[in-house]
Antibody, heavy 121, light 113 residues
């Protein structure tokens, strides 16, 4: 059974750093892209980027490039989303999801349960 | 920038057919996918590659694309289908797909009256 289990909710102050995780099981972590999606009440779902754990190839949405870092640890089948300096506008629900892609298609077939990040002074 | 446009809300009575549209200029070249999201839950894939249904998704869910519009159809709507539905596709910047960006629509709230 494919499972993506995310780390728990976080409350942080502006300027602090944060790394949230997504531990996977039930499939070949190394050979599948895995991505992160942000959800805020006002803007719906937003694709942030993806990583291919096999070679750490990483792609970012232009909206998030330079704002976050996405990585993967093959030894623990875990993907990460990291911020160096949080802003209040980073407050949102974050989902990891397995990412299937081909020349003419892309979709997310399994999702984590979500990690709520709250940034407030 | 590329956008996918969905109606904010659709309402139907139980047993009727719900149709949710998603418009985008690249849909003739890139397949659409659809996700169901209930309050407090993660999205669930209900349609991928325009018309394919993952295992476990009821047969009343179907998808189609014509030109620049993808449509999710729910036949014989049930109360449990009340949820937000998000369409998703891609915007390929280069022929070898090295710069393929994922795009989501704004979401449609389906209300079962």
């Amino acid at each position: 059974e494919v499972q993506l289990v995310q780390s728990g909710a976080e409350v942080k102050k502006p300027g602090e750093s944060l790394r949230i995780s997504c531990k996977t099981s039930g499939y070949s972590f190394t050979n599948n892209w895995i991505g992160w999606v942000r959800q805020t009440p006002g803007k719906g779902l937003e694709w942030m980027g993806i990583v291919y754990p096999g070679d750490s190839d990483t792609r970012y949405s232009p909206s998030f490039l330079g704002q976050v870092s996405i990585s993967a640890d093959k030894s623990t089948s875990t993907a990460y989303l990291q911020w160096r300096s949080l802003k209040a506008s980073d407050s949102a629900m974050y989902y990891c999801a397995r990412h299937f892609t081909g020349t003419t298609f892309v979709y997310f077939d399994y999702w984590g349960q979500g990690t709520l990040v709250t940034v407030s002074s | 920038s590329y956008e996918l446009t969905q109606p904010p809300s659709v309402s139907v009575s139980p047993g009727q057919t719900a149709r949710i549209t998603c418009s985008g200029h690249a849909l003739p070249k890139q397949y659409a996918s659809w996700y169901q999201q209930k309050p407090g839950q993660a999205p669930i894939l209900v349609i991928y590659k325009d018309t394919e249904r993952p295992s476990g998704i009821p047969g009343r869910f179907s998808g189609a694309t014509s030109g620049t519009t993808a449509t999710l159809t729910i036949s014989g709507v049930q109360a449990e289908d009340e949820a937000d539905y998000h369409c998703q596709s891609a915007d390929t910047k280069s022929p070898d797909s090295t710069n393929t960006y994922v795009i989501f629509g704004g979401g449609t709230k389906l209300t079962v009256l």
